[in-house]
């Protein structure tokens, strides 16, 4: 039998990752200043999406929101949220390019593990702020895809 999941914990682990992704963008700004006003935004956003998530774990104790026990492995979350850090302390030398390949492949990942989808709510607040998570992030792989696409070569 699985082991019960404790969505406080998932959640602070979900936040802590968008937080990481912030660290990496905030990461990019100092090492391509040219492009700063892009990665701050990003950051900023990413920062953000870590705020929307903490709310959603307010609302844990209301009841109103559910792990789905069958979309959630720690393992995978823990393996993403170190391969971040450790693009956050790279400290070589990298093209534009690639950091932007990290940030689209980054991305790109939350999209398609439907990272925000490992909730369950019949709350149509709560449904509104996965919704937006998850439109955030799309947003976010076009903005840095017409980026990598400029930048690319």
């Given at each position: 039998?699985?082991?019960?999941?404790?969505?406080?914990?998932?959640?602070?682990?979900?936040?802590?990752?968008?937080?990481?992704?912030?660290?990496?963008?905030?990461?990019?700004?100092?090492?391509f200043?040219?492009?700063?006003?892009?990665?701050?935004?990003?950051?900023?956003?990413?920062?953000?999406?870590?705020?929307?998530?903490?709310?959603?774990?307010?609302?844990?104790e209301?009841?109103?929101?559910?792990v789905?026990?069958?979309?959630?492995?720690?393992?995978?979350?823990?393996?993403?949220?170190?391969?971040?850090?450790?693009?956050?302390?790279?400290?070589?030398?990298?093209?534009?390019?690639?950091?932007?390949?990290?940030?689209?492949?980054?991305?790109?990942?939350?999209?398609?593990?439907?990272?925000?989808?490992?909730?369950?709510t019949?709350?149509?607040?709560?449904?509104?702020?996965?919704?937006?998570?998850?439109?955030?992030?799309?947003?976010?792989v076009?903005?840095?895809?017409?980026?990598?696409?400029?930048?690319?070569?």
């Amino acid at each position: 039998m699985a082991e019960r999941q404790n969505p406080q914990a998932i959640i602070a682990l979900m936040a802590e990752n968008e937080e990481s992704v912030a660290r990496l963008y905030e990461a990019y700004a100092g090492r391509f200043p040219e492009h700063a006003g892009f990665w701050s935004g990003l950051a900023a956003e990413e920062r953000d999406h870590a705020r929307w998530l903490r709310e959603l774990g307010s609302r844990v104790e209301e009841g109103s929101l559910y792990v789905n026990e069958d979309r959630f492995r720690r393992e995978p979350i823990r393996l993403f949220h170190e391969y971040l850090e450790g693009e956050v302390r790279r400290q070589e030398p990298m093209p534009l390019a690639r950091a932007l390949s990290v940030a689209l492949s980054t991305e790109e990942a939350l999209i398609e593990r439907r990272f925000f989808e490992v909730f369950e709510t019949d709350s149509a607040e709560l449904k509104h702020i996965l919704h937006d998570l998850a439109s955030a992030t799309e947003k976010h792989v076009e903005k840095v895809r017409d980026m990598w696409a400029k930048h690319k070569d």
